[in-house]
């Protein structure tokens, strides 16, 4: 049995849920037979309340509001719900009482809680009570000695009604818990990406301070060591101390050349961080490069007084969140495009324009308004997986994460299809064009 998710939920969630139904439980038995005045088995159903009760105060005294269920603890109290929820059911009536819907609760908590294997032995108990329940019970008795029994073909309606909805819960929310434990798991991944990043350029900074820094001990350290060698000259050169003092001026000299390249290293990359649109944008293409698709770009300055202003490409500053989020923009177009994908990139005045498209099938037109939420559209189409490259294998949710860091570096994205024609042929197929407010990119950055 698949139980290895551990510490899945905490304790005192559980036992608050079974207060409630420990409560719902006793208002129930008073009603139905204060009011109601039913003819119930008020002893057995006490015990059985009284059983929870001592569960939920022994949980309370014993271990701390903090404590944290494993899989196999969860299961074990979901199943023991389910039963003695199962057994006031038998004694009121079975499927004829109403409240024989709230079998569906431990359903839908175990569904959203535990991996597949248990959740699928906690529906599976349901159905087999929710079986049984339908033709063997204790029957309502109410008063003048009548008994609530439904007619057979209410009774199976209740048993399939109950039976549709077992399953659809149980496969629903697992499935959302799933989808949602996945988008966490890759935002978890690409923030662990951009935090490397952006502790790399910190290092950076340190390495170039630390250079200027130790500068001027190395130098008072050669300057000193060179002056103890002049007042020692008239020794012979097989003295220890000048050896000594010979080897701290060659060490300090040493230090500082190190340091120097260190500096040196550190001003290129500080000008590499400032790049060229069209290099950054290839830069995200570059796991794309060799993989059987084709990759074309064009360039374009929009501003009509470029060419007086002197201004030959726009410069923006290397971002991680830039190059992730066009990466994922670019899988997605690789993966499903038939033979090319276009890049254009573009700017005016006052935007900066990035569309990428590609010659596949396109987004489906049903869904193309919710494209970039949760879940993708993986599912809803089919296309033709690059074994060749299993390392980018379409996960259904590039679009999400490409949306979500394209936009917090401030881009405007637009999902769409395209037609048009290129040397007399006509290629469609989706589209992505991406804004950007040029001089708050350019502000933010340079």
């Known amino acids: 049995m698949d139980l290895k998710r551990s510490d899945v939920v905490f304790l005192s969630t559980l036992t608050n849920l079974r207060w409630l139904a420990i409560i719902g439980q006793s208002l129930a038995l008073i009603i139905g037979a204060t009011i109601i005045k039913l003819e119930l088995n008020i002893i057995y159903c006490m015990v059985l309340i009284l059983l929870s009760l001592i569960i939920n105060v022994v949980s309370i005294t014993y271990f701390p509001q903090s404590k944290r269920l494993s899989g196999k603890s969860t299961l074990s109290l979901l199943m023991y719900d389910l039963l003695q929820l199962s057994l006031l059911l038998y004694l009121c009536g079975g ?37 049984m329940l339908s033709y063997s019970y204790i029957p309502l008795e109410l008063p003048g000695n009548e008994y609530l029994l439904l007619p057979d073909t209410l009774m199976f309606g209740m048993w399939v009604a109950l039976m549709i909805t077992i399953i659809f819960i149980s496969a629903y929310a697992w499935r959302v818990k799933r989808d949602m434990t996945r988008i966490n798991e890759l935002l978890l991944t690409t923030k662990l990406a951009l935090e490397r990043e952006q502790k790399l350029t910190a290092l950076s900074g340190v390495v170039a301070a630390a250079a200027h820094e130790l500068g001027s001990p190395l130098t008072t350290i050669k300057l000193v060591s060179s002056e103890l060698l002049e007042e020692l000259s008239g020794r012979s050169r097989g003295d220890p101390t000048l050896e000594d003092l010979e080897l701290i001026k060659s060490q300090a000299e040493r230090c500082k050349e190190i340091l120097k390249d260190m500096a040196t290293d550190v001003n290129k990359n500080a000008q ?33 007084l470029a060419e007086k202003h002197g201004e ?3 410069v923006v500053r290397r971002s991680s969140e830039l190059i992730h989020g066009l990466r994922n923009i670019i899988q997605n177009a690789t993966d499903f495009s038939k033979t090319i994908v276009f890049i254009d990139i573009s700017w005016s005045k006052a935007e900066i324009f990035i569309v990428i498209k590609d010659d596949g099938p396109g987004f489906p037109k049903d869904i193309i ?34 949306k979500t860091l394209l936009e917090r570096s401030g881009a405007k994205l637009t999902f769409k299809n395209y037609s048009n024609s290129v040397e007399g042929v006509l290629i469609s197929g989706a589209e992505v064009i991406s804004i950007w407010n040029r001089d708050l990119l350019e502000e933010t950055w340079n």
């Open 369 to 402: 308004n919710s494209i970039g939420e949760p879940f993708g559209y993986k599912q809803n189409i089919e296309f033709t997986f690059d074994s060749s490259r299993p390392e980018y294998e379409p996960m259904g949710l590039g679009l999400f994460i490409a």
């Open 272 to 304: 590499i961080s400032a790049v060229p649109i069209i290099a950054l944008v290839k830069e995200a293409c570059l796991p794309f490069q060799n993989i059987g698709k084709e990759i074309k770009f064009s360039l374009q300055n929009l501003d009509p």
């Open 95 to 131: 499927l004829t009482n109403p409240f024989s819907v709230l079998i569906l609760a431990p359903v839908a908590i175990a569904a959203t809680l535990l991996s597949i294997i248990p959740m699928a032995l906690v529906g599976s108990s349901a159905l087999i009570i929710v079986s």
């Open 312 to 314: 030959e490409q726009v």
